[in-house]
């Protein structure tokens, strides 16, 4: 049986990180690279959780699991299990993911609603799983949801052969399927379940968005890929590799960060390693974020 899930209560939701992979050392200098060693031990606040005493930063794949309204819903879905891949570190993977989903009260067939922040492969391969060597839903009664711009920028976008292989067994299963929902958020967000709000949060992709809960007067916000590591609060200007407009990624980062400082907002980042969620303080002409740890 897999450990309890972490948990945090927001208002009367109770959010369940649930864990795929702690993802390895060398991720962060490919993703992150203008995140030094010397820049990140520089930050003394990101030890020991965020990071290691050399600067290597800690990185980790999960998805988040919430119900509202009466509707369980997930959050992204990780990497998945048997996807090939060309990062190795989400290759061919074989992890207990379902079962820890399960355990925490989420069993795949009673998922009602998946929310995919962008279509990345990290955050859409539980979207499929393989039965008898064909790639099928792994959630058959939810609606996947995704932003409109996110889904028209890849249908015109030039595919390598990985981000061929990855829509191929990922995403397009779900919408022959008739799964995918496509939804216009506009710039003040789109309520999408009693609660629960998609916020536009572009430039990592085009059309990014972010997720905010909100229940009993509290308030939660999940990154996705907006921020990657808490070391971007403390440099904004630190984008990721793979952003595909560097400039507009780094203008949501400043925009949400100064939106959230100071405020009892929850952020829970999508990659961030345990304890993963805090609140976001200005400090000097940046920002720190104090943890908040699971239950």
Known sequence: MPAAAPTWTVGDVTVHRIDE???PPATGPWLLPDATPELVTGQDWLHPHFADPDGTL???SHTFALTVGGLRVLVDTGIGNGKQRANPAWHDLDTDYPQ???AAGFPPDAVDLVIL???HADHVGWNTRSVDGRWIPTFPNARYLTSRAEREFWAGHPMEEARRQMFEDSVLPV???GLLDLLDVPAEGLAVAPGLRLVPTPGHTPGHVAVE????GRTALITGDCVHHPVQLAH???GACVDIDPGLSRATRDALLAS???TETLLLGTHFAPPTAGRVHRHGDAYRLRPVPAS
């Open 58 to 60: 800690r990185l980790a």
């Open 260 to 262: 959230l400082a100071g």
């Open 175 to 177: 919408e022959r399927a």
């Open 21 to 23: 992979i702690p993802l």
């Open 236 to 238: 904004p200007a630190i």
């Open 100 to 102: 820890r989903l399960a």
């Open 117 to 119: 922040t962008h279509l």
């Open 213 to 216: 809960l909100t229940s009993g």
